[in-house]
């Protein structure tokens, strides 16, 4: 999906000039995958644009920074205020947010005790990741030949730069052999995520989705689903699950917050019903929150001002 360009992105505490935020060949995380990121989104509300759960997000990119062993320059607090200065620069209602960290130009090799570490917050417009009809149309998954990180390996509660190599390795394969996405096994046979979204399946009533131990990100949106379904009065449970439980779910959805709430039509030619009432009411209610719609989940949109 190509990327639109907007006024500034912030570097370092300053807001720039977007042709401007460049860096130098170089830089230390561009050759050892050594990068902590957030994908956030902002949605039109009636009170301007408001981020869903941006402090969240923020407090995930500091846990992903304290688990690689990146002393972040700016608090959380000062993330925060960075994303909504960056997002008001822009003008736009609704947008994808992208902060990151990465080690800088000036020292070369795997020690980055010496290294700097540079922060970015770029923004943009960006429909969803599964498709903008992806809730009601149903998307079809294949399970990888790639096997999801172990936790010894990359840890998968790190949202690192690096880890997205096996990611991306699952999605081309995935796209290559005609489907939407791939859902990745970890080294026990269970499942873990898809490549970039937490998955869900419904069985005899109960809404089951693998947790951080399967390795599985643990989803800001998985978080806020499992609080919809609850407040509907669903079961859900943090489980694992097997592939054989994907192929006879009653129903199946995969979120994040580029995809969404993503309804699953078939994993690996097995039809799967879509969409499942549950994902129905669920994706929906999903979508009244993030636009600040649902007073019970006013509290997660963050205005900018
Ligand atoms: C691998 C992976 N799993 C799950 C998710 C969903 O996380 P969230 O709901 O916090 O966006 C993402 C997206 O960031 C992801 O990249």
Known sequence: MPITPTEKIWFNGELIPWDEARIHILTHSLHYGMGVFEGIRAYETDDGPGVFRLTDHMR????SAQILGMDLPYSVEELVQAVKDTVRSTGLGSCYIRPIAYYGYGEMGLNTLPCTVDVAVACWPWGAYLGDD???KGVRMKISSWARHDHNIMPPAAKTTGNYVNSSLAKVEALKAGYDEAILLNRAGFVAECTGENIFV?????LISPPLSAGAL???????????????GFEVVLDHLSRSDLYIADEMFVCG?????????????????????????????????VRGQVDQYKDWVEHVG
């Open 134 to 136: 992806a809730l009601t």
């Open 257 to 289: 917050t580029a995809a969404e709430v993503s309804s699953v039509k078939s994993v690996d030619d097995r039809e799967i019903p879509s969409p499942g009432p549950m994902t129905l009411a669920i994706g929906e209610e999903y979508g009244r929150a």
């Open 218 to 232: 643990e989803g800001i949106t998985q978080d806020t689903v499992m609080t919809i379904a609850r407040d509907f």
């Open 60 to 63: 995930r990119m500091q846990q």
């Open 202 to 206: 419904a069985r005899n009533g109960t």
